[in-house]
Nanobody, 115 residues
């Protein structure tokens, strides 16, 4: 069982930056991938960035070159550095952790980008 707690959301002007953090606890040694998803009002939840154990990453086309996902050496925290934010990045951002047998979600953190 993995528990996740996100932090770092907030209100920022377009062009600004935010850094989201996701702290994992519990059976962190079983995690094989961690990622960030987002859900805007009236839209489906979508993948933003994925960090796969071993170091490979994957990004949505809409955030490539602006967002960077990283994971702490202790493997219990994943970060999302968001630069050059746009109003269309406004959403609730959720952290996700996957094991071979489960998928865990955090409670979400609101990111609002004003124009």
């Amino acid at each position: 069982q993995v528990q996740l707690v996100e932090s770092g959301g907030g209100l920022v002007q377009a062009g600004g930056s935010l850094r989201l953090s996701c702290a994992a606890s519990g059976s962190i040694f079983t995690i094989n991938a961690m990622g960030w998803y987002r859900q805007a009002p009236g839209k489906q939840r979508e993948l933003v960035a994925l960090y796969i154990s071993g170091g490979s990453t994957n990004y949505a086309d809409s955030v490539k070159g602006r967002f960077t996902i990283s994971r702490a050496n202790a493997k219990d925290t994943v970060y999302l550095q968001m630069n050059s934010l746009k109003p269309e990045d406004t959403a609730v951002y959720y952290c996700n952790a996957r094991t071979l047998v489960s998928s865990s979600w955090g409670q979400g953190t609101q990111v609002t980008v004003s124009s």
